[in-house]
């Protein structure tokens, strides 16, 4: 049976990865690691959590010697890899924990598994998961392909630039099997409600002011998150060694325009008057360094391994809306801190 690490797995992205590998390879033992910080939320995975196939462990992926007898004890074929500080302004604020999380963290990580594999890299994998923020930003045209230099532009961004390049180097040092992902923005159940659909759902939904950096003009590709498991599923599986896939939801949208939309949406979910929300939108001092556009060419990961996106922005956008005003326990619960206590009983003390 093929054992794997998915790190971050509690996470928003990493949840619905593992739901995805649990329920579709029950032939495979699934081990969801996560620090728990915040943004992990065991809750995510009531579905799964008592799958004979599944575990979770929790443990951080900057301690070195965890992970290196985490490793030995486990006997892991392969680690998908998504643990990561990951939201800018946090970063703006602290950079040094996005520094020792997503460069540190990843390079225990792959020390972990070059020492236990010992060169034998048959049938192991080594899959790092990353961002479109590492190339920077765009003009009003043009894309971002796998060959874009990296041109990082936030301490996040820069952090994870950084990791991209020690997972190339233990390919290119140390003969690793790595290969690397860099996706758009994500959205679609389970998101922390600090990032700009799920806080504008809650902000809509309890009359609170709506935030909109600067003028709203900033541009972004919206890809939906089961369709981004689905991509992360397709490449651990197919693609050769030493591979970098962009994966976009050919979504492009200005925040603004987002933003109303989703004022549309809400109002006719909820039977307000069409324009209601929408005077909820408040505009305020733009991020620094905030890129202008993002816009994700998947062009090699559609011609090479066959997968395209399934849903455009309007369905997914709408789904993900009945989501949130469906499972207003755990949206409450995230709000209000109370699913930091969920199972704490259970691994604060291990």
Known sequence: MKKIL??????????????????????????????LTYAGNLANLTDVENSPNYRFVKA????ATAMNELFESENFDSVIHLAAESHVDRSITDPTAFVI??????????????EYWKGDYNKKRFYHVSTDEVYGALGEEGMFTETTSYDPHSPYSAS??????????????????????????????HHFPEKLIPLAINNIKNNKPVPVYGKGENVRDWLWVEDHARAIDVIFHQAKTGQTYNIGGHNEWKNI????????????????????????????????????????????LQNELDW??????????????????????????????????YYAKQYDNK
């Open 6 to 35: 998915i790190t971050g797995g509690a996470g928003f992205i990493g949840s619905h990865v593992v739901r995805r590998f649990v329920n579709n390879y029950p032939n495979y033992q699934i081990v969801n690691l996560d620090k």
């Open 60 to 63: 951080d992926i900057t301690d």
């Open 160 to 189: 994870k630039a950084s990791s991209d390049h020690f997972v190339r180097a233990y390919h290119d040092t140390y003969g690793l099997d790595c290969v690397i992902s860099n996706c758009s923005n994500n959205y679609g159940s």
């Open 308 to 341: 395209v996106p399934s849903l455009q922005f309007e369905e997914g956008l709408a789904k993900t809306v009945d989501w949130y005003l469906t499972n207003n326990e755990w949206l409450e619960n995230v709000t209000s801190g109370n699913y930091q206590s």
């Open 257 to 300: 325009d987002l933003i109303n939309l989703l004022c549309q949406i809400m109002d006719e979910k909820l039977g307000r008057e069409a324009g209601e929300s929408a005077k909820l939108i408040t505009y305020v001092t733009d991020r620094a360094g905030h890129d202008l556009r993002y816009a994700i060419d998947s062009t090699k």
């Open 101 to 114: 999380t997503n460069v540190i963290g990843t390079v225990n990580l792959l020390n972990a598994a070059r």
